[in-house]
């Protein structure tokens, strides 16, 4: 049993730990990025947002921010890659939605295909929310069933920390199952203008062609190119440069 609770505590905690702490520099780097937009220098706030991000830092603000400064410099692809990025950590911002919609009609293409049912669920649900949450009650149930052991408590008071406890392990199994199912579920957005999709690497190209924007699924990868599948046929493989993962 304790092997059991190290394991989750543990497999939680890496989870959750993007969430901690800012990298070295990367605020600072963020700060520069702003000022240089603000100052309609969009080539050097693109270079300082994107140095923030190579420090390993992610927010909905930072890509928010380099999805406006990509759509200045009229590269529609990375701009809406990053502001599907940004709509992962801010899913009810009303700015984003709108510049989200601007930048796909700019580029003439649809919004990805909404999905139905449970992977609709699964995919929209809060992780970190879960796992966060989870843990303070496995946490806390293990302390208090500890103090319990060693106190006069109450049948009832047991076992409302034996039942915080086992809600706390189903969030945390819950958390970590999501997350593990979301990053299966591998999406990108085409980089390059009329990208050519190919029935197999380095095969004939197909008549298939894919605007910059479009948002397609990933199936599979090789060293220089990448599977997707895409609404109303069956995908092909194209250029793993012509696309940027959201």
Known sequence: MRRVALFLTASCMLALLPAFGQPEGAVEQFEEGNEHFEA??????????????????????????????????????????????????????????????IARDRADVPPPTTQQGWRALVTSMPVGLALGFGLLLYLGGWAALGYAARSS??????????????????????????????SMDERAVVLVDDTIV???????????????????????????????????DSGGWVPADALGTV
């Not at 759509?71 to 510049?99: C, M, Q, V």
């Open 40 to 101: 309609d220098n969009f080539e050097a706030a693109r270079a300082a947002y994107e140095e923030a991000i190579a420090t390993g830092y992610t927010s909905g603000a930072l890509h928010y921010n380099l999805g406006n400064t990509y759509f200045r410099l009229e590269e529609l692809g990375a701009a809406i890659r990053h502001y599907e990025k940004a709509r992962h950590l801010l899913p009810d911002d009303p700015r984003l939605a709108h510049n989200l919609r």
């Open 153 to 182: 408590t109450s049948g009832r008071l047991q076992l409302a920390y034996r039942s915080a406890l086992g809600l706390g392990t189903a969030l945390i199994v819950l958390g970590l199952v999501v997350s593990y199912v979301q």
């Open 198 to 232: 190919h029935e197999a690497p380095g095969t004939e190209p197909t008549a298939n062609t894919l605007r910059e924007g479009f948002v397609v699924h990933v199936t599979d990868r090789r060293t220089e190119w990448t599977r997707i599948d895409t609404p109303g």
